[in-house]
């Protein structure tokens, strides 16, 4: 294919100015113009997975929300997450709030405060972390977090939206959890911590509402595994979930 002319590339940068004011123009471009097509601002709340899970006759539930308010550089982030057992206490639960600000078209740096709360003592963190579309479309959330007690821990998760059909969609997930040192007053030992791999096969009734069944294995690793027998609890199993997901 030939380039195109010499002639297509000689005229002025913006047309408008060879027929209005171009100071005028100017003006309205560094104003109007980027407040219309640039000065976005919107929200979203999506309800990721709300599940109930089948564990050996112990049956629980879980939670992962997450929602912003703002433009396409800069937003306010709100997420949390949890799980518990049915008639038994709150397991664990966390509520992070987020400055969220564009580092590149696929990518957002994110920084804030956590604070989580269950059965083991609370933690107030500081939060830093990237979440965003990583090469062949995998959404990949990663943090890191700074406890008012000098504690660093880390988590990473990784899913994938496989689409089957134009309503039916497989969804690989799997979360780690890693600590810089042992925590024993959490059950949390140096390293690796806790691993988290499942599935989940959704069906999409509307793109805003998808009921889905599932399985997923868990198991605590290294240290957090020594913590988990020494307190009597479960070091690994597996769950069948059924869920919905939603946004609005």
């Known amino acids: 294919m030939a380039p195109p002319p010499a002639a297509a590339l000689a ?15 100017a003006q309205k471009r560094a104003t109007r113009l980027i407040g219309e ?14 599940e109930l899970r089948i564990v ?11 929602g912003w308010y703002g433009g396409d550089y800069n ?8 799980e518990g057992a049915f008639g038994a206490n709150l397991h664990a639960a966390e509520v992070q709030a987020l400055f969220s600000r564009a580092i590149g078209p696929w990518w957002n740096l994110q920084t804030g405060v956590r604070h989580e709360a269950g059965r083991r003592p609370d933690r107030t963190q500081l939060v830093v972390g990237v979440q965003g579309l990583a090469p062949y479309w995998f959404e990949v959330d990663a943090a890191a977090f700074l406890s008012s007690k000098g504690e660093l821990t880390a988590r990473v998760e990784a899913e994938y939206d496989q ?3 134009n309503w039916l969609i497989l969804q690989p997930r799997v979360e780690i959890d890693l600590s810089a040192q ?23 009734i509307k793109r805003e509402f998808a009921p889905y069944i599932g399985v997923q294995y868990e198991s605590a690793i290294g240290g957090t595994a020594r913590f988990s027998r020494e307190a009597g609890d479960d070091v690994a199993g597996w769950s069948i979930l059924i869920g919905l997901r939603s946004w609005f």
Do not use: N, Q
């Open 11 to 25: 005229g002025p940068e913006h047309a408008a100015d060879t027929v209005f004011d171009p100071a005028l123009m």
């Open 37 to 50: 097509h640039g000065g976005y601002r919107g929200t979203m709340l999506l309800l990721d997975r709300s």
């Open 56 to 66: 050996d006759g112990r049956d629980g539930y879980a939670w992962d929300w997450e």
């Open 75 to 82: 937003r306010l982030w709100i997420k949390t997450e949890g």
């Open 163 to 165: 689409r089957l059909t």
């Open 182 to 204: 042992d925590i024993p007053e959490r059950g949390t030992g140096a390293g690796l911590s806790t691993v988290e791999a499942g599935v989940r096969l959704r069906y999409e």
